[in-house]
Structures are given as C-alpha cells and as structure tokens.
C-alpha cells in the first residue's frame, strides 16, 4: 500500500493568509494525486485533481502542484468558508489511500 | 441530479452483521467505478472497498474477508455487507462514485459522495 503523509496535522490562520499544506507520498505516483476539502458533518468534496487541475466549480485561490512524492496544496487569502479539513488521496493504484488530514482553524 | 444516498447504518453489537446500501440517481452505478470509505469518530478517511464496472471488486486488509462490496443494477443500487462486526468498525460509512478525470492515465478520482451513514458497533 502507498503511505500518504501529510504535514501539519494542523495550522491557526487568519482570513486573508495564505497557507500551504504539503502530502508526501511513500513511493512515486507521478501526477495521481487528488485533494479533498471536508467540513464538520459533510462528506468530502473534490478540490483538485492530477495535482494541480483545479475541480469545475472551486475557487481559484486553491491552487496544487508537485509530481513523484511531493505535493502542495496551497490557498491564497484564506476564507471564513475555507476552515475545514484537507486531505490528499493518491489514485495511483489499488487500495486507495488517504493522507490523515490537515485542520485549517481560524486563529 | 447525480446524487448518492447511504441508508441502513445502526446500533449493532460486536460479531453482528449489517448491510448498507447506496441508491444512485443520475447515473448508472453499473456503469462506473463505486467506493465505500469510512471515517471513525474524529479521525480520517479510510479507503474501504471499490466495485469495477466490470464487476471486479477489492478490499482493504482490515475488512477483507468479513466485508462484501455488491451492487444491484435493476435498483441501481450499491450495497456492503458487513460481517462479524468489530468495535473499530464503528464510523460513518460513504460511497462514492469514481471516474476517470480526463487527464491522461488516466486519473481517477472521487467525484460524488453520499452524505454518509453511522455504524456503531458496540454491546
């Protein structure tokens, strides 16, 4: 199975501040790499896929990039609707795998 | 409208069984990639099982043996049965349709989501 590690587990940010979440994957998968923002009590929603397309519908202050192993997520002048927690989810190969996540909170 | 809606969650005790189900609206379950990933209490996604469209189906090794990932076409209805239930099994339950993105690979990903239905399991 491909490990997804994702850094920081958590962060504090302002409305306005830009924030970069990084994912690592544990072998090579080149561009198969998809991110997902999830809100309390809501299922996941699709934010960006093959690393840095960004979904029809999402903002463009959402932003990915990286191949191989390493990956960012990055949001330019966070949002109050931005709070939430990101995970990144390698499509690669079966058994799909998640990285734990990372909780945007408001400072 | 493509929408997924998760139905039979519950209170059940360690070793029992449970079924869920996911009704499909706006496109052929059949015809697509479909997922179930669960999230425990105050934790992250976990990947759980997909069916192919071809029929083919996978586990993950926590539930593989004790869990049956099937779908019924004529009620265009995907289903998890859920064996010999554990207390670790105990999350809220999602399917998801997965699709081809367009991009070369090609690159699948998690488009629709069901709102997701609770399983506890404890005595």
């Known amino acids: 199975d491909i490990q997804m590690t994702q850094s920081p587990p958590s962060l504090s940010a302002s409305v306005g501040d830009r924030v970069t979440i990084t994912c690592r994957a544990g072998?090579?998968?080149?561009?198969?790499l998809n991110w997902y923002q999830q809100k309390p009590g809501q299922a996941p929603k699709l934010l960006i896929y093959a690393a840095s397309t960004l979904q029809s519908g999402v903002p463009s202050r959402f932003s990915g990039s990286g191949s191989g192993t390493d990956f960012t997520l990055t949001i330019n002048s966070l949002q109050p609707e931005d709070f939430a927690t990101y995970y990144c989810q390698q499509s690669y190969t079966t058994p799909r795998t998640f990285g734990q996540g990372t909780k945007v909170e408001i400072k | 409208e493509v929408q997924l809606v998760e139905s039979g969650g519950g209170l059940i005790q360690p070793g029992g069984s449970l079924r869920l189900s996911c009704a499909a609206s706006g496109f052929t379950v059949s015809g697509n990639y479909m997922n179930w990933v669960r999230q425990a209490p105050g934790k992250g996604l976990e990947w759980v099982s997909v069916i192919y469209s071809g029929s083919g189906t996978y586990y993950a090794d926590s539930v593989k043996g004790r869990f049956s990932i099937s779908r019924d076409n004529s009620k265009n209805t995907l289903y998890l049965q859920m064996n010999s239930l554990r207390d670790e099994d105990t999350a809220v339950y999602y399917c998801a349709r997965e699709i081809p993105s367009g991009i070369v690979g090609p690159i699948y990903v998690m488009d629709v989501w069901g709102q997701g239905t609770t399983v506890t399991v404890s005595s």
């Open positions: 072998q090579s998968i080149s561009n198969f």
